[in-house]
Protein backbone atom coordinates (compact mmCIF):
# COMPACT_ATOMS: atom_id res chain seq x y z
CA UNK A 1 0.00 0.00 0.00
CA UNK A 2 1.49 3.28 -1.08
CA UNK A 3 2.41 5.98 1.55
CA UNK A 4 0.03 8.64 2.37
CA UNK A 5 0.74 11.95 0.96
CA UNK A 6 -0.53 14.94 2.98
CA UNK A 7 -2.47 17.59 1.23
CA UNK A 8 -1.19 20.58 1.36
CA UNK A 9 -4.09 23.77 1.04
CA UNK A 10 -3.98 26.19 -1.80
CA UNK A 11 -4.07 30.01 -0.71
CA UNK A 12 -6.17 31.22 -3.04
CA UNK A 13 -4.04 34.65 -4.57
CA UNK A 14 -5.86 37.98 -4.25
CA UNK A 15 -6.08 40.29 -6.85
CA UNK A 16 -4.80 43.74 -5.42
CA UNK A 17 -6.31 46.91 -6.66
CA UNK A 18 -2.96 49.00 -6.89
CA UNK A 19 -3.24 53.09 -7.60
CA UNK A 20 -1.49 53.77 -11.26
CA UNK A 21 1.64 55.29 -10.73
CA UNK A 22 2.90 57.81 -13.43
CA UNK A 23 6.86 57.41 -14.93
CA UNK A 24 6.43 61.16 -14.17
CA UNK A 25 6.06 60.62 -10.68
CA UNK A 26 9.24 58.95 -10.16
CA UNK A 27 11.85 60.84 -11.92
CA UNK A 28 10.50 63.98 -10.31
CA UNK A 29 11.60 65.25 -6.88
CA UNK A 30 10.46 68.60 -5.96
CA UNK A 31 13.60 70.50 -5.23
CA UNK A 32 12.07 72.03 -1.36
CA UNK A 33 11.11 67.84 -0.80
CA UNK A 34 14.20 66.27 0.92
CA UNK A 35 16.67 69.68 1.86
CA UNK A 36 20.27 68.64 1.00
CA UNK A 37 19.26 65.79 -1.51
CA UNK A 38 21.15 67.34 -4.66
CA UNK A 39 24.56 67.95 -2.46
CA UNK A 40 23.77 64.28 -1.19
CA UNK A 41 23.76 63.08 -4.98
CA UNK A 42 26.91 64.98 -5.72
CA UNK A 43 28.93 64.29 -2.70
CA UNK A 44 27.64 60.82 -1.41
CA UNK A 45 27.30 59.06 -4.17
CA UNK A 46 30.64 56.66 -4.91
CA UNK A 47 31.73 57.39 -8.75
CA UNK A 48 33.69 54.74 -10.43
CA UNK A 49 36.96 55.51 -11.96
CA UNK A 50 34.96 56.36 -15.47
CA UNK A 51 32.22 58.00 -14.10
CA UNK A 52 34.36 60.25 -12.09
CA UNK A 53 36.81 61.16 -15.42
CA UNK A 54 33.34 61.14 -17.54
CA UNK A 55 32.23 64.48 -14.73
CA UNK A 56 35.21 65.99 -14.82
CA UNK A 57 35.58 66.18 -18.18
CA UNK A 58 32.13 67.24 -18.93
CA UNK A 59 32.44 70.40 -16.59
CA UNK A 60 35.69 70.97 -17.83
CA UNK A 61 34.66 70.68 -21.48
CA UNK A 62 31.56 72.78 -20.58
CA UNK A 63 33.61 75.63 -19.25
CA UNK A 64 36.31 76.37 -22.20
CA UNK A 65 34.14 75.62 -24.89
CA UNK A 66 35.17 78.69 -27.43
CA UNK A 67 31.53 80.83 -29.13
CA UNK A 68 32.48 81.16 -32.63
CA UNK A 69 29.80 83.96 -34.85
CA UNK A 70 27.63 82.55 -37.13
CA UNK A 71 29.82 83.57 -40.08
CA UNK A 72 33.13 81.50 -38.62
CA UNK A 73 30.70 78.51 -37.98
CA UNK A 74 29.36 78.23 -41.45
CA UNK A 75 32.56 78.82 -42.84
CA UNK A 76 33.90 76.02 -40.55
CA UNK A 77 31.09 73.72 -41.84
CA UNK A 78 31.42 74.09 -45.28
CA UNK A 79 35.39 73.82 -45.13
CA UNK A 80 35.25 69.75 -43.46
CA UNK A 81 32.28 69.39 -46.30
CA UNK A 82 32.11 68.16 -49.85
CA UNK A 83 31.00 71.59 -50.66
CA UNK A 84 34.24 73.04 -49.95
CA UNK A 85 36.15 71.82 -53.14
CA UNK A 86 33.00 72.96 -55.35
CA UNK A 87 33.35 76.75 -54.02
CA UNK A 88 37.05 76.92 -54.13
CA UNK A 89 37.75 80.07 -56.70
CA UNK A 90 41.23 79.08 -56.93
CA UNK A 91 40.99 75.16 -57.44
CA UNK A 92 42.56 73.71 -60.29
CA UNK A 93 40.00 71.17 -61.08
CA UNK A 94 36.74 71.62 -62.83
CA UNK A 95 33.35 71.45 -61.37
CA UNK A 96 33.17 68.66 -63.99
CA UNK A 97 35.47 66.84 -62.70
CA UNK A 98 35.09 67.37 -59.35
CA UNK A 99 31.56 66.13 -60.08
CA UNK A 100 32.61 62.80 -61.97
CA UNK A 101 35.43 62.26 -60.23
CA UNK A 102 35.94 63.83 -56.95
CA UNK A 103 32.44 63.68 -55.16
CA UNK A 104 32.07 60.09 -56.45
CA UNK A 105 35.05 58.48 -55.11
CA UNK A 106 34.40 60.07 -51.72
CA UNK A 107 30.98 59.31 -51.59
CA UNK A 108 32.37 55.55 -52.00
CA UNK A 109 35.13 55.65 -49.69
CA UNK A 110 32.75 56.33 -47.25
CA UNK A 111 30.31 53.74 -47.98
CA UNK A 112 32.52 51.09 -48.22
CA UNK A 113 35.29 51.43 -45.82
CA UNK A 114 34.39 53.82 -42.97
CA UNK A 115 33.72 52.66 -39.88
CA UNK A 116 29.77 53.46 -38.31
CA UNK A 117 31.18 56.73 -36.35
CA UNK A 118 33.02 57.41 -39.48
CA UNK A 119 29.86 57.46 -41.61
CA UNK A 120 28.08 59.16 -38.66
CA UNK A 121 30.46 61.92 -38.82
CA UNK A 122 30.84 62.40 -42.67
CA UNK A 123 26.67 62.89 -42.77
CA UNK A 124 27.58 65.48 -39.86
CA UNK A 125 29.88 67.27 -42.33
CA UNK A 126 27.64 67.16 -45.10
CA UNK A 127 24.37 67.90 -43.48
CA UNK A 128 24.59 71.52 -44.13
CA UNK A 129 21.45 71.60 -46.54
CA UNK A 130 18.79 69.71 -47.45
CA UNK A 131 19.36 69.18 -50.93
CA UNK A 132 23.26 69.61 -51.12
CA UNK A 133 23.84 67.55 -54.10
CA UNK A 134 21.45 68.94 -56.43
CA UNK A 135 22.80 72.44 -55.65
CA UNK A 136 25.67 71.18 -56.88
CA UNK A 137 24.49 69.44 -59.54
CA UNK A 138 22.94 72.46 -60.73
CA UNK A 139 26.29 74.63 -60.64
CA UNK A 140 27.81 71.49 -62.60
CA UNK A 141 25.42 71.75 -65.57
CA UNK A 142 25.92 75.49 -65.37
CA UNK A 143 29.80 75.19 -65.29
CA UNK A 144 29.62 78.12 -62.98
CA UNK A 145 30.84 78.52 -59.22
CA UNK A 146 28.20 81.94 -58.96
CA UNK A 147 25.55 79.53 -59.60
CA UNK A 148 26.79 77.05 -55.93
CA UNK A 149 27.19 80.33 -54.12
CA UNK A 150 23.81 82.03 -55.11
CA UNK A 151 21.53 79.00 -54.92
CA UNK A 152 23.50 78.19 -51.45
CA UNK A 153 22.52 81.79 -50.43
CA UNK A 154 19.00 81.03 -51.14
CA UNK A 155 18.37 77.69 -49.24
CA UNK A 156 15.79 76.73 -46.76
CA UNK A 157 17.73 74.62 -44.43
CA UNK A 158 21.21 75.75 -43.64
CA UNK A 159 22.86 73.60 -40.61
CA UNK A 160 25.87 74.58 -38.65
CA UNK A 161 25.40 72.17 -35.89
CA UNK A 162 28.58 71.19 -33.72
CA UNK A 163 30.36 74.61 -34.41
CA UNK A 164 29.89 75.77 -31.04
CA UNK A 165 27.49 78.95 -32.36
CA UNK A 166 26.80 81.66 -30.18
CA UNK A 167 23.39 80.84 -28.54
CA UNK A 168 22.54 84.58 -28.54
CA UNK A 169 23.10 84.43 -32.65
CA UNK A 170 21.38 81.71 -32.86
CA UNK A 171 17.91 83.06 -31.30
CA UNK A 172 18.33 86.27 -33.62
CA UNK A 173 18.93 83.98 -36.67
CA UNK A 174 15.42 82.27 -35.58
CA UNK A 175 13.58 85.53 -35.37
Not at 58 to 73: H, I
Not at 98 to 117: G, H, S, Y
Not at 122 to 129: A, R, S
Request: aromatic letters at 6%; charged letters at 25%; a negative charge.
Amino acid sequence: MPPKTKEVARKVVVAVNRPEISNASLNFVPGDAVEGYQERIETGVDWTIQEEAARYCKNRYRRQVPEVLFSQALQQKISKSVLCGFLDKHSNISLQDQWEVILPTAIWDNEKFANEESKICWQNDNCITDDLINLIKNAVSNNDRKVLEHDFKNVNVLRVNDCEVRSETILLICV
